[in-house]
């Protein structure tokens, strides 16, 4: 072959790279916009999501946004079969959800679930920044989620709070900050909560009264558990929530605890969900008050209360 026929060959050459990089480029934008499709349940709120920054200004999903929006969607899919199980009671269901931030959890509920069920259906976020109270408010205004409400109170203040309804359906806390998970089960036993769905924050507490005490108990063995500081801190988490699990089960409760996926980047993806059945409550009652005196955990009685000792 002459040097015009390679020259004629190669050009050809060329040409088919580039077609095929052009038709592969094509193919993997058009598999792009076909997976965020997929990636975005039908019926989503694109508005909401580029609110909340889920998705991008122009409507795309990065690694980052993908990734909160499984985090949402997986949460999604342990509270959507309890909203579908207090439907078959009654139509209206009223959910109070503590610590709400920016509200992720509520506006996602609220555009999957709530709009499209019932109108007599309401979610409350409780939120004590007020700057964030306002945004919730101007958002759910714009988007037409008439059934959203947003109160700038705490935890322990909305207990007392005539804005909310005497009785609730469910109680959400999604890493609520200091003692606030704490402060939210109580505030669902006083209002009979059918559902408590809590992702537990800030177990500090029992760590720090176990380093306290520490000293008192040393001739119990197992202290070798909380000896070192970082186990205090590892076993002041595991054991605050042991007891919140107990407090549940000692009030009629049955518990489940499970692990959030796509949560493993944050030390807090621990999942509990109570569900009110009336079950017996002395056992878990006696072993609640049993683990409270092994460990020198008395003062926090109050905390983690029985029946019996329920505040007014």
């Not at 720090?208 to 063995?221: E, H």
Request: proline share 4%; with cysteine; net charge positive.
């Amino acid at each position: 072959m002459g040097k015009r026929g390679r020259a004629l060959t190669n050009q050809v050459k060329v040409k088919v790279e580039v077609e095929e990089a052009i038709h592969g480029l094509t193919g993997m934008e058009s598999m792009k916009k076909t997976t965020e499709k997929h990636d975005i349940r039908p019926g989503q709120s694109i508005e909401l999501l580029k609110e909340l920054h889920i998705l991008t200004r122009d409507g795309k999903l990065n690694q980052d946004s993908r990734r909160k929006l499984k985090q949402v969607y997986h949460l999604y899919q342990f509270i959507e079969p309890l909203l579908q199980e207090i439907r078959q009671d009654h139509p209206d269901i009223s959910l109070v959800d503590h610590g709400a931030g920016k509200s992720y959890l509520g506006f996602i509920l609220y555009d999957l679930f709530f709009k499209l069920h019932s109108t007599g259906s309401r979610i409350y976020g409780i939120e004590t920044r007020d700057e964030l109270v306002g945004k919730s408010r101007s958002l759910a205004q714009r988007l037409g989620f008439s059934g959203m409400s947003f109160l700038n109170l705490s935890v322990a203040e909305s207990a007392q709070s005539t804005e909310l309804p005497p009785a609730v359906d469910i109680v959400t806390a999604l890493h609520a900050c200091d003692t606030a998970t704490d402060d939210a089960i109580r505030f669902a036993l006083k209002k009979q909560a059918r559902f408590i769905v809590l992702v537990p924050c800030c177990q500090a507490e029992v760590a720090s009264l176990l380093r306290k005490n520490k000293g008192q108990a040393l001739a119990n063995p197992l202290t070798e558990i909380w000896r070192h500081p970082l186990h205090t801190r590892e076993f002041g988490s595991l054991i605050t929530n042991v007891l919140r699990c107990l407090q549940l089960e000692a009030h009629g409760y049955q518990v489940n605890v499970t692990e959030l996926v796509g949560w493993e980047h944050s030390m807090k993806n621990e999942l509990i969900i109570a569900t009110y059945k009336n079950l017996p409550r002395r056992r878990p009652a006696q072993r609640l008050g049993t683990i409270l005196q092994s460990l020198g955990l008395e003062e926090l009685n109050q905390r983690f209360f029985s029946p019996e000792e329920m505040p007014v």
